[in-house]
């Protein structure tokens, strides 16, 4: 069946039904979100969490099922056969939710590994896999089939989306170009994606009409809160041209944003890109607009389906499908899960640009910045919506590539353009603050959970800076490159295991 729904898929008559329906769907959310339809009374919070899988010695390896089937809705399959995503249920943003959020992640990491014991294997808090499985990183990413045509992925998963995805890439522009420094390749599948994982905190508005605030807001925080939490500086190995210690100085800190960039972007200019950094809006009503409007990838029509989920969802199942190759930094999601005393017509804000993180607490302390922050200062109106576009884009991937010491662009309390870094840190750190306080938190959880993040900015140190250095180190003691990576890895898994937060690492 998952062959013929690909060929059907990727019919000019099936992309002519489902582009029609997304029109029609299209205007009936606009109708809802000038109705009020999405309003609730309550300000809740989601958590998506991208892991992958390691042996005992820290190479990449293939998830069993039995992990899915004990985790049940909690743990979802992935693009690779290494990858998992955990999905928390929401929660009221207030102590005892985030605190939710935190169970929930804990005991599904906890029943993933009661599914694993024994197995040799084990889930990785982690932005990008570095250690390639026994038959190397080009075998496992390159290896495919051809059947009735279409190209199969062996590593991929075999689910219908995934794989007429990977053959509309394919038909429409041939390979996958991947260019980064160190490493040029070509390959034959967008499998290569499946190197980067992330974290998404989720931030549902109570008032629908606010959305464009919290977005656009939302839009000029990414740039400071990703140099807080970049994690991927290193590709495995055998991927790049000929490594040196010149790598070090010239490689990406967040190499995970140009991988899912140039994994899944068709060619041609900044606006056509399926992933980028998004642009503001004025009216909440152009979150539906930008969907519609978007390139379609391997559109599906509900009634392939074999057990609809059902709900609010199902009034717009194609505009909902089409959102999920909404690839955007930040995109707007309508419709979840009734929680406190909101139903589920909803509209929430997806936050896209944080790398998964080496503790649970790493997370939660992140899932608590980005929703205190944007909290805080929507309410209080902070001006720094009216900082330019291009500005923040441009301080967003100065960020993917330098870290921490990128210049930040950034307009203060008062109004004033400001380059300055402890300014941008000192709003971003007190705002969050000042929005947990407003939502009931108290100082303790503040400390718990931000107050780490903090000492990150203060000592100039996040997970890819640790990861650098400590290459550097195995170099300059003798070890290849390869060797250099392959023993960072391993020293970064077993720091996951003996500290609750990375603040304790430095």
């Given at each position: 069946m998952s062959q013929e729904l690909i060929r059907k898929s990727l019919d000019d008559d099936t992309l002519d039904e489902f582009e029609e329906r997304v029109e029609e769907q299209a205007e009936f959310l606009k109708n809802e979100i000038r109705a009020g339809?999405?309003?609730?009374?309550?300000?809740?919070?989601?958590?998506?969490?991208?892991?992958?899988?390691?042996?005992?010695?820290?190479?990449?390896?293939?998830?069993?099922?039995?992990?899915?089937?004990?985790?049940?809705?909690?743990?979802?399959?992935?693009?690779?056969?290494?990858?998992?995503?955990?999905?928390?249920?929401?929660?009221?943003?207030?102590?005892?939710?985030?605190?939710?959020?935190?169970?929930?992640?804990?005991?599904?990491?906890?029943?993933?590994?009661?599914?694993?014991?024994?197995?040799?294997?084990?889930?990785?808090?982690?932005?990008?896999?570095?250690?390639?499985?026994?038959?190397?990183?080009?075998?496992?990413?390159?290896?495919?089939?051809?059947?009735?045509?279409?190209?199969?992925?062996?590593?991929?998963?075999?689910?219908?989306r995934y794989r007429a995805i990977d053959n509309y890439y394919l038909e429409s522009y041939g390979k996958v170009d991947i260019d980064v420094p160190g490493a040029t390749l070509s390959l034959p599948t967008i499998l290569f994606e499946s190197l980067a994982t992330s974290?998404?905190?989720?931030?549902?508005?109570?008032?629908?009409?606010?959305?464009?605030?919290?977005?656009?807001?939302?839009?000029r925080t990414m740039a400071p809160v990703l140099a807080l939490s970049t994690n991927s500086p290193f590709l495995p190995p055998d991927l790049y041209d000929s490594p040196d210690e010149s790598l070090l100085d010239e490689t990406f800190h967040e190499l995970r944003v140009p991988v899912f960039e140039q994994s899944v972007n068709p060619p041609g200019g900044y606006d056509e890109k399926k992933v980028r950094f998004p642009r503001d809006i004025n009216k909440t009503m152009e979150v539906v607009d930008k969907v519609t409007e978007d390139t379609a990838y391997s559109p599906f029509l509900s009634e392939w389906e074999d057990e609809p989920e059902g709900g609010y969802r199902d009034e717009f199942w194609e505009f909902e499908y089409k959102r999920g190759t909404y690839w955007r930094w930040l995109r707007a999601v309508i419709?979840?899960?009734?929680?406190?005393?909101?139903?589920?017509?909803?509209?929430?804000?997806?936050?896209?640009?944080?790398?998964?993180?080496?503790?649970?607490?790493?997370?939660?302390?992140?899932?608590?910045?980005?929703?205190?922050?944007?909290?805080?200062?929507?309410?209080?109106?902070?001006?720094?919506?009216?900082?330019?576009?291009?500005?923040?884009?441009?301080?967003?991937?100065?960020?993917?590539?330098?870290?921490?010491?990128?210049?930040?662009?950034?307009?203060?309390?008062?109004?004033?353009?400001?380059?300055?870094?402890?300014?941008?840190?000192?709003?971003?750190?007190?705002?969050?603050?000042?929005?947990?306080?407003?939502?009931?938190?108290?100082?303790?959880?503040?400390?718990?959970?931000?107050?780490?993040?903090?000492?990150?900015?203060?000592?100039?140190?996040?997970?890819?800076?640790w990861k650098i250095e400590r290459v550097r180190e195995k170099l300059d003691g003798g070890a290849t490159f390869e060797d250099a990576v392959y023993e960072m890895q391993r020293d970064y898994i077993a720091a996951t295991d003996e500290y609750d937060s990375f603040a304790d690492w430095i």
């Amino acid at each position: 069946m998952s062959q013929e729904l690909i060929r059907k898929s990727l019919d000019d008559d099936t992309l002519d039904e489902f582009e029609e329906r997304v029109e029609e769907q299209a205007e009936f959310l606009k109708n809802e979100i000038r109705a009020g339809k999405l309003d609730n009374p309550d300000y809740t919070v989601g958590l998506e969490i991208e892991v992958y899988a390691v042996n005992d010695d820290g190479r990449l390896t293939r998830l069993p099922a039995e992990v899915f089937e004990n985790c049940g809705e909690r743990l979802n399959k992935e693009l690779g056969l290494h990858n998992a995503e955990i999905n928390t249920s929401p929660t009221v943003f207030d102590e005892e939710g985030l605190e939710a959020q935190r169970a929930q992640v804990e005991k599904t990491l906890e029943r993933a590994g009661e599914a694993l014991e024994g197995s040799g294997k084990r889930l990785v808090l982690d932005s990008m896999w570095t250690i390639p499985p026994e038959e190397g990183s080009v075998e496992y990413l390159c290896s495919t089939e051809k059947n009735d045509g279409h190209v199969y992925a062996e590593n991929m998963r075999g689910h219908p989306r995934y794989r007429a995805i990977d053959n509309y890439y394919l038909e429409s522009y041939g390979k996958v170009d991947i260019d980064v420094p160190g490493a040029t390749l070509s390959l034959p599948t967008i499998l290569f994606e499946s190197l980067a994982t992330s974290i998404q905190p989720h931030l549902q508005i109570p008032d629908s009409e606010d959305l464009p605030r919290y977005y656009n807001t939302a839009i000029r925080t990414m740039a400071p809160v990703l140099a807080l939490s970049t994690n991927s500086p290193f590709l495995p190995p055998d991927l790049y041209d000929s490594p040196d210690e010149s790598l070090l100085d010239e490689t990406f800190h967040e190499l995970r944003v140009p991988v899912f960039e140039q994994s899944v972007n068709p060619p041609g200019g900044y606006d056509e890109k399926k992933v980028r950094f998004p642009r503001d809006i004025n009216k909440t009503m152009e979150v539906v607009d930008k969907v519609t409007e978007d390139t379609a990838y391997s559109p599906f029509l509900s009634e392939w389906e074999d057990e609809p989920e059902g709900g609010y969802r199902d009034e717009f199942w194609e505009f909902e499908y089409k959102r999920g190759t909404y690839w955007r930094w930040l995109r707007a999601v309508i419709g979840g899960e009734p929680v406190g005393h909101n139903d589920e017509r909803s509209v929430r804000i997806e936050y896209r640009p944080i790398p998964t993180q080496p503790s649970v607490d790493d997370i939660i302390g992140l899932h608590a910045l980005v929703s205190g922050a944007l909290a805080g200062m929507v309410v209080d109106h902070h001006p720094l919506p009216s900082l330019s576009w291009e500005k923040a884009r441009d301080s967003f991937y100065g960020v993917v590539e330098n870290g921490i010491d990128a210049s930040i662009a950034w307009v203060d309390e008062d109004g004033d353009k400001t380059h300055d870094r402890s300014v941008v840190y000192d709003e971003l750190f007190r705002y969050a603050r000042l929005g947990l306080e407003g939502h009931g938190f108290d100082d303790g959880t503040y400390e718990r959970y931000v107050a780490p993040l903090k000492k990150r900015w203060e000592e100039r140190t996040t997970p890819s800076v640790w990861k650098i250095e400590r290459v550097r180190e195995k170099l300059d003691g003798g070890a290849t490159f390869e060797d250099a990576v392959y023993e960072m890895q391993r020293d970064y898994i077993a720091a996951t295991d003996e500290y609750d937060s990375f603040a304790d690492w430095i």
